[in-house]
Every structure is written in C-alpha cells, then in structure tokens.
C-alpha cells in the first residue's frame, strides 16, 4: 500500500461515525450536480459557489453542521510575467466540520 493510501486511511479511521453518517446523508440528498460556472481564461468548467450553497445550506443546518473555515498562514510572492509585476498569495486554511449536537468534528488542511 503506497503512502498516499495509508494517509487517507487514517483520516477515514479517525472520522467521528455521526459526522460520517450525516455526510453520507447529506450526499444522498444533494444527488449530482452539473458544472454550471466556467473558466474562460484558464479554459475549464466547475460547479459554482452559488449552486453549491444553495443545495447545501439547508442540508447543514438541518442535519445540524457547521462549517468553520480558519486562516492559518499567508504569504505573498512577487514575481514577473513578461512586463507585469503579479503578486501571488498563497493561503493555508483550515475547515473543520462540526456536530454542533455532539461536539465532534473533522479537521481539513486546505490551500488557496
């Protein structure tokens, strides 16, 4: 089993079962959705922001979830392309998933 595998693992193992069960529930509902928001720029097709809470929102609050986005670190790189100067900010965040009924909760490492 390669490493990447063995990770994924461990967070599923460590996942509370009453916030599994209720992501589980919350996928069930929700069903598929379609790519409505397009990249013209970078040339790709995504599910937008606004389809995403709509179909979500609700489903959160019934099943009693939060989700808790927090900042953990930025940094800001200069750097040039042909004759412009871009900054490109990189952020560490994390999300975490919260039973507000028990308390448990699941931790995400993401970054912008």
């Known amino acids: 089993m390669d490493i990447q595998n063995k990770n994924k693992e461990k ?10 069960a209720k992501i589980v529930s919350i996928s069930k ?21 606004e389809q995403i ?3 979500l929102r609700n489903l959160l609050h019934e099943k ?4 808790i986005p927090a900042i953990l670190e930025y940094s800001e ?3 040039k392309n042909g004759e ?5 900010t990189i952020v560490k965040l994390n999300i975490r998933l ?3 009924e028990t ?3 699941v931790d995400c490492p993401w970054y912008g």
């Open 29 to 49: 509902e929700i069903g598929k959705m379609e790519q409505d928001g397009e990249n013209i720029h970078s040339r790709y097709r995504y599910i937008s922001y």
């Open 77 to 79: 790189k200069e750097y």
């Open 84 to 88: 412009k100067i871009v900054i490109r």
């Open 11 to 20: 967070v599923m193992e460590k996942m509370p079962s009453g916030i599994a």
């Open 103 to 105: 308390g448990e909760y």
């Open 98 to 100: 919260a039973d507000t």
């Open 53 to 55: 809470n709509a179909k």
């Open 64 to 67: 009693k979830l939060a989700i």
